[in-house]
Structure formats: C-alpha cells, structure tokens
C-alpha cells in the first residue's frame, strides 16, 4: 500500500487548508488512518485519526474543534480538514495507516510522503 499526500502550502493565520491521502490500493476496513505533523527540531506528533469502517475519530487537544479528519471510502482518500490555522500549526503533515486505535506513531506501518505546511502572517 502506498499513500500519497497531497494539499500543503502557505496559508496566512486563521486560513484554511484540506490535506489529502490518497491509497494506492483499497483500504480495509479494519485499518486506522491517522494523520501526524513534525515541526523542524520537534518530535512527529499525533494530530487525528479515524477508523476506516466507521467514523470514528480521535484528536489530538492543540487542533480539536479546527481541524476535521473524514475519509472517502470509495475514492480510497482521508482527508484533514484544517480551519483557523496558526503558526504552530506549521509542519510537515505525514498521513499513516496502521490498525491499532493508537496515537503512537511507532504502530503505523504505511506512511505517506509528507507535506508542507507553513500558517505565516
């Protein structure tokens, strides 16, 4: 399984931006996706996830009520919906597949290439 990451950029605070993560083949419907960010010097870190059967969804305190994890089960895509964006919200985003309801990023076995994000004013 290959996942492709799409949607970064530069947006200014309080934009607005969608990622996507597109599976190169179907997903099943016990996997997890999930969504984790890194900023330059910091460790990568949990940002939402969702169970790919059902709309589950998890997320991490610094984005809840901003951004918006969704899947599309037919198109095989996740998506992260993010609303008023901030500085620190700049990062590369990294979608991830895995099949524990876990934030650990240490049990996600798929990853994505990653994609640029900067909230600059």
């Known amino acids: 399984v290959q996942l492709q990451a799409s949607g970064g950029g530069l947006v200014q605070i309080g934009g607005s931006l969608r990622l996507s993560c597109a599976a190169s083949?179907?997903?099943?419907?016990?996997?997890?996706m999930a969504w984790f960010r890194q900023a330059p010097g910091r460790e990568r870190e949990f940002v939402a996830l969702?169970?790919?059967?059902?709309?589950?969804?998890d997320y991490a305190d610094s984005v809840k009520g901003r951004f918006t994890i969704s899947r599309d089960t037919a198109e095989n895509t996740v998506y992260l919906q993010m609303n008023s964006l901030k500085p620190e919200d700049t990062a590369v985003y990294y979608c991830a597949r895995g099949i524990q309801w876990t934030r650990q990023s240490a049990e996600y076995n798929y990853w994505g290439q990653g994609t640029q994000v900067t909230v600059s004013s």
């Open positions: 969702t169970r790919w059967s059902r709309a589950s969804t």
């Open positions: 083949s179907r997903i099943y419907s016990s996997a997890v």
